[in-house]
């Protein structure tokens, strides 16, 4: 059973920065992707970044290329999303997870999710 915990959330100011981290466990290597999500209340989860495991290819949304970076420490087990520049329009719930198939961008694509992390951004 695979499991994701986020931990890193908080609350920054305007052009501020954040690191979230989502640790795995429970045969991840199985997985081809991890990837980040967001979701304000009331609206859809929408996807943020992903990463391959074994080349560690990156993908981003739009909205956030050039300020947010997706690492990996593969010895860790780890996914990082380290965001930067950060504005108010970036606050919510930001979910880890994970996915065996080649598509990167869909919540579909993902079976297994963490149990989120708060970011607020203040302006």
């Known amino acids: 059973q695979v499991q994701l915990v986020e931990s890193g959330g908080g609350l920054v100011p305007a052009g501020g920065s954040l690191r979230l981290s989502c640790a795995a466990s429970?045969?991840?290597?199985?997985?081809?992707?991890m990837g980040w999500f967001r979701q304000d209340p009331g609206k859809e989860r929408t996807f943020v970044a992903a990463?391959?495991?074994?080349?560690?290819?990156?993908y981003y949304a739009d909205s956030v290329k050039g300020r947010f970076t997706i690492s990996r420490d593969s010895a860790k087990n780890t996914v990082y999303l380290q965001m930067n520049s950060l504005k108010p329009e970036d606050t919510a719930v930001y979910y880890c997870?994970?996915?065996?198939?080649?598509?990167?961008?869909?919540?579909?694509?993902?079976?297994?999710w963490g149990q989120g992390t708060q970011v607020t951004v203040s302006s």
């Open positions: 429970g045969g991840i290597f199985s997985r081809y992707k």
């Open positions: 997870a994970s996915g065996s198939s080649f598509t990167v961008g869909s919540r579909a694509a993902y079976e297994y």
């Open positions: 990463i391959t495991w074994s080349g560690g290819r990156t």
